[in-house]
Structures are given as C-alpha cells and as structure tokens.
Nanobody
Framework: QVQLVESGGGLAQPGGSLRLSCTAS????????MSWARQAPGKGLEWVSG????????YYLDSVKGRFTISRDNAKNTLYLQMNSLKSEDTARYYC???WGLGGFTGQGTQVTVSS
C-alpha cells in the first residue's frame, strides 16, 4: 500500500535549520510530482513547496522563498525539505503529499517548532 513517512522535525531556534525527509513506498515515486504542506494550530493546510517528478520545476510559498529548498532522490524514494533561517511563524506540522499541490495522498506529518 502507499506509504509516506515524514521525519526530521523537532525544535529549532529562530535562525536555525532543519531538514525534513519523506520516505515513500508502495508506488512509483519517480513518476509523481511531490509536495510539502504545513498546518499551524488553528489554521488551514498551506502548500509550502512542490517539485516535479523530473525536478524540471519547483514551487515555493512566497514566505519561504530563499529559505527553504525542496529536493528529491528518486533512487532512494525520498523527498526532502531543507529549511534555513527558520522563523517562529514556520511552526507547524509538516506533511508530505503525493501530488503537485494539495489533494494527493498525505503522510502523517512531522512537527516543527521554532522557538527560543
């Protein structure tokens, strides 16, 4: 069955970095566009970043441009999100999604908390 397992979340200080990973199984990972989304307490799900199956195009939410980098390793069936210069407003649960944008199969998420 399709599985997406996120990891790499945790507590980071403002200005710090975290690298999220999403390990995929049960489907042809290299054939799918993939995305990261996040949901902060009391807010809706927000599309943070996306990457085409062949990496020819990427998307970033305006508020994370220049700070976050999405990448993938199709040989390892893994999606990444490198998050630098973290801000308190980045605090949220981050989800891996099998689609370009929201609406695809979604993992269980990993919590990111940015606080001093």
């Amino acid at each position: 069955q399709v599985q997406l397992v996120e990891s790499g979340g945790g507590l980071a200080q403002p200005g710090g970095s975290l690298r999220l990973s999403c390990t995929a199984s049960g489907f042809a990972f290299s054939a799918y566009a993939m995305s990261w989304a996040r949901q902060a307490p009391g807010k809706g799900l927000e599309w943070v970043s996306g990457i085409y199956f062949d990496e020819r195009d990427t998307y970033y939410l305006d508020s994370v441009k220049g700070r976050f980098t999405i990448s993938r390793d199709n040989a390892k069936n893994t999606l990444y999100l490198q998050m630098n210069s973290l801000k308190s407003e980045d605090t949220a649960r981050y989800y891996c999604i099998r689609s370009w944008g929201l609406g695809g199969f979604t993992g269980q998420g990993t919590q990111v908390t940015v606080s001093s």
